[in-house]
């Protein structure tokens, strides 16, 4: 009963609160508008090293940038285990990750 109960409560949670979404198909793509500042910093960072054909960047805290959720596809992680696509955006994100205290990762290869 409480798994069912916890299922509807994330999925009407992520329904109400859908990251934002950008295509970076070509390298002028713009970023979103609606990010804020700490969504702009990883959005901007992750960009340029990895050229996402996907990338959803998130602060999932409320607002005050103590933790983001990043969903990210890029060829970049093509043949590479997931413990290193992880390691690999994590080493971008270095300085910012000190600073918060969650991140939520997902990593694609595409």
């Known amino acids: 009963m409480f798994s069912?109960?916890?299922?509807?409560?994330?999925?009407?949670?992520?329904?109400a609160h859908r990251p934002y979404t950008a295509?970076?198909?070509?390298?002028?793509a713009a970023s979103?508008?609606?990010l804020d500042e700490g969504e702009q910093a990883i959005y901007d960072k992750l960009s340029e090293r990895f050229q996402p054909s996907e990338l959803l960047v998130q602060d999932v805290s409320g607002g005050c940038g103590t933790?983001?959720?990043?969903?990210?596809?890029?060829?970049?992680f093509k043949g590479i285990p997931v413990v290193k696509?992880?390691?690999?955006?994590?080493?971008?994100?270095?300085?910012?990750?000190?600073g918060i205290?969650?991140?939520?990762?997902?990593?694609?290869p595409k």
């Open 85 to 98: 696509q992880h390691r690999l955006v994590n080493e971008i994100l270095k300085k910012e990750i000190e």
């Open 32 to 34: 979103p508008s609606k």
């Open 4 to 15: 069912i109960v916890s299922r509807r409560a994330v999925s009407s949670w992520r329904q």
């Open 67 to 76: 933790f983001y959720a990043i969903t990210i596809s890029s060829a970049a």
């Open 23 to 28: 295509a970076a198909h070509t390298q002028a």
């Open 101 to 108: 205290h969650g991140l939520q990762l997902k990593t694609i």
